[in-house]
Structure formats: C-alpha cells, structure tokens
C-alpha cells in the first residue's frame, strides 16, 4: 500500500506554480491544470468510443493521467518550451533520472507492478499509443484555457502572441479528435469543462489561512489517485478501477452551485443538509446533465451518486455510498461485498467507501501540511484532531488497506 511519501508527492502540485513569468490575475497550480485535463481526458476518450468507435483502453487512460502528474513534478523546474527540446535529445537520461528518483514512494503501491508500469509508459512508445494522443490533446486544451485568461490581462508582446500560435498549431495537430472539434466549437462540451474550471477558484478551508492552498478542482483529482492506487491493492477488476476514479474525480463537483459548505455548518441546522442536497440534485439536473449528450446522462449520474428513490421519480445522492449496477439497477453493497462476489466488469463497481476514507486523509494533510508549515488556526486543529480521533477506532475497509497507520504516520510530521 502507498504511504505518505506518495500522499506528499502528489500534493507537491498543489504548490508547483504555472505561468509564473507572466501577469496572473489568478494563482494557476499544477494540480488544478492535471484535474482539468483529466476531466477533458474523459470527454475526448467518451467521444472517440461512441462516434469514432475507437477502442479506449480506460486504465491505461487513467494511469497515463496519473504517470504525467508524477512525471511534471519531478521536471517541474523545466519550463515547458525548454522541456519538450530538451527531451527530444535527453529523453532516456530525463526519465531515467525520474525513474530513480520515484522508485521509493512508487514500489509500495501494487507490489512494485504499478512502478513497473510507470516506467513502460515512458519507455515504451507502443504503449497505450491513442490514450496517449487523448492525453496530448487534454493537455494542451487545459494550457490553452489559462493561456486565455493570461492572453486577456497581459500586453500583447511578441512573446506571448509566438505561444498563442504555438498552443493553438498544437491543438489543431488533434483537430482529427471528435472532442477536441466540440470543445474548440466552444458550445455544450466546452461549457460544461468550462464549468468544471470555475472550482479552481473555489479555496478548500476558505475560512482559515492554510498552505498550501489547494482548490476543490485539486482536491477531487487527489482524491481521485488515492482512490485508484488504493483500488490496486484490492486486486479491483479494470471497471472498478475506472468508475471509482471517476466517481471520486466528480465527488464535489455540485460545489460549483453550492460552494464548499462544512459539515459543522450543514449539521447546525436542522434539516439545512437536507436542503442543500435537494438543490444540488434540481441543479444538476437543470445546469449539469443538459451540458452534456442525454445518453451519459444515466452513467453520469451513477458516478455522482444520484439515484432513483423508492418510490416516484424524485432522485436522492449519495456520493459515498459502494454501489454496482445489477440487472440495470442500481444496489448498494460494501466494499467488502463487491470484494467478495461483484468484483467483475459486468457490475461497473464503485468503492465509495473507499473514496470517503481518501476523502478524509485529503483533508487530514490539507491540514497537517498547514500546521507544518507553521500556518495553523483552530479550525485546522479542530479538523486534524477530529479525523485522528475517527481514524484510531474505525474499522479497516480492507485488512489489506491500513489507513489507521497511514494517518498515524502521517501525523507524526507535527512535533
């Protein structure tokens, strides 16, 4: 199983600034360009399935994803224009440097079969060709989102104009991208990722100073990596794999109607919880689903969480709950349930049990990092004391997941 040297990579994005020797009307992080593209990813790859009939292989789609996040954060110092010259003549070097540099916190994770496979992504260029070229394609439409809000503030030198041709000629290198043709139309798919992109500006703990600051965007991809390499050790089939990540990826998504309300406040009202999730279920429906083609929107709402109630046509959300789809139904089971007799592709599983323990550990060093760093409040103490008070008693989800140790480890960081 990963242990925190993996968690603090992954949150080294979260501080690694984009577009710093330009004018920034906004900070523009790594982590929120990565969840960005992951989400494009996921509409490239949905729309080359259905009309292109392309054979997308999702897990090597949502590795790739996740192999560049670790990659970029190891050559982050690089800027991207010297980057990509200096890896057409030092490719083998630069990565094997990476290699060695990430094998410790990577070999825990599956038995060292996930590094093996971070290593083969790189190596070799047969592998997982045309998830690739998605992933290429979502990269530079995420670019050419911030490039956009930067091109607007910014006086128009030579410089910048020369990288929005550059941008713009590596876009029109994937025009031959059924997505990449909708996005750039600029209609329903492009505001619906635009949508998306409204929770880079939405802060996790907006009540409190913290460092680093990470976004509600940032937050549901990290929680999405965790999920997935914590599905690894499960021995979890490709689906499973693959609808969690997702499901995880779009956890908090309704806060781009809501914004980021915590629980305290949620549960100090009276049946306020309740309402809130009334509303987010009315606004999905009325300003999420229509952005999207109405035959996703039943799979969609099945990685949400959004199912029917027993009875009338009324919805209810759940978002944590472990489900599967059955018979064209959906049941909720446990983890170790879906272990046990669903862990097949046929039942589409997702562990959103698993999810919400990987929820909690985000937030958990969310807050032992600012405490760290030596910027601390009490609503961080109050958060960090709460989630190791519920994490020294729970029950594991799996015998093979020790997340009791992992916070433990964790929140010996703080003297």
Request: proline share 3%; hydrophobic share 40%; net charge neutral.
């Amino acid at each position: 199983m990963f242990r925190k040297n993996f968690v603090y990579l992954i949150y080294e994005a979260a501080s690694i600034q984009r577009w710093n020797d330009h004018i920034r009307p906004l900070e523009f992080t790594e982590i929120d360009k990565q969840a960005h593209k992951a989400i494009i990813a996921l509409l490239l790859a949905k729309f080359e399935e259905e009309e292109n009939k392309r054979k997308i292989d999702w897990k090597k789609l949502i590795e790739g994803l996740i192999f560049e996040i670790l990659h970029r954060i190891k050559l982050t110092d690089i800027k991207p224009t010297v980057f990509h010259k200096v890896m057409l003549k030092k490719r083998k070097e630069l990565n094997d440097w990476v290699f060695k540099e990430l094998e410790q916190p990577l070999r825990d994770i599956e038995r060292g079969e996930f590094y093996n496979r971070f290593k083969t992504y790189f190596n070799n260029e047969r592998y997982g060709v045309f998830e690739k070229r998605i992933i290429q394609a979502a990269h530079y439409l995420a670019t050419y989102w911030e490039f956009n809000i930067i091109y607007h503030v910014s006086p128009k030198t030579h410089l910048l104009e020369n990288t929005k041709i550059e941008i713009e000629s590596k876009i029109e290198d994937h025009y031959d991208l059924i997505g990449v043709q909708r996005i750039y139309l600029k209609k329903k798919s492009f505001t619906f990722l635009d949508l998306c992109s409204q929770l880079r500006f939405q802060q996790r703990w907006a009540q409190t100073p913290r460092v680093p600051k990470t976004s509600v965007l940032g937050h549901m991809l990290i929680v999405a990596i965790l999920t997935y390499v914590s599905l690894l050790e499960l021995e979890a089939c490709k689906n499973r794999l693959v609808y969690s990540f997702y499901a995880a990826l779009f956890h908090d998504l309704p806060e781009v109607i809501t914004r980021d309300i915590v629980s305290p406040v949620k549960r100090s009202v009276t049946e306020l919880e309740e309402i809130i999730k009334e509303y987010e279920l009315l606004q999905i429906e009325e300003k999420i689903l229509p952005l999207l083609p109405s035959r996703w929107h039943d799979e969609f709402r099945y990685i949400l969480g959004i199912y029917p109630r027993n009875s009338g046509n009324k919805f209810e959300k759940d978002e944590f709950k472990s489900r599967i789809r059955k018979n064209g139904n959906i049941e909720f089971v446990s983890t170790s349930e879906i272990n046990k007799f669903y862990n097949r592709d046929e039942y589409k599983p997702i562990d959103g049990e698993i999810m919400k323990v990987c929820d909690d550990l985000a937030a958990y060093v969310e807050a032992v990092l600012s405490i760290k760093y030596g910027l601390s409040s009490s609503h961080l103490v109050k958060g960090k004391e709460s989630l190791e008070e519920k994490y020294s008693m729970i029950q594991p989800v799996d015998e093979r997941l020790d997340f009791s140790s992992l916070f433990y480890e964790i929140s010996e960081e703080i003297p």
